[in-house]
């Protein structure tokens, strides 16, 4: 069971990375493109990327029988 907590703290991390920097790109993409170099979409889409993140991981810690999809089995 400690693995498998191992595992989904390993998933919520590089997935709130991912959706971070995903969201602070875009962001950059659109001051740069759509509002003359303003920061604040910078700063929105990087803390809705960490707030997306945020939630997926709370959903997986709030679901412990849940792997994958798949329902594990008590034994």
Same mark, same amino acid.
């Given at each position: 069971? &400690? #693995?498998?907590?191992?595992?989904?703290?390993?998933?919520?991390? &590089? #997935?709130?990375?991912?959706?971070?920097?995903?969201?602070?790109?875009?962001g950059i993409m659109f001051s740069v493109l759509f509002f003359k170099r303003r920061t604040w979409p910078v700063s929105l889409g990087s803390g809705l990327g960490l707030g997306m993140g945020y939630a997926n991981c709370q959903h997986d810690f709030r679901s412990p029988y849940l792997i994958h999809g798949r329902v594990v089995k008590d034994q």
């Open positions: 069971m &400690a #693995d498998e907590h191992g595992r989904k703290w390993d998933r919520c991390l &590089a #997935d709130t990375a991912v959706k971070t920097v995903t969201g602070l790109g875009v």
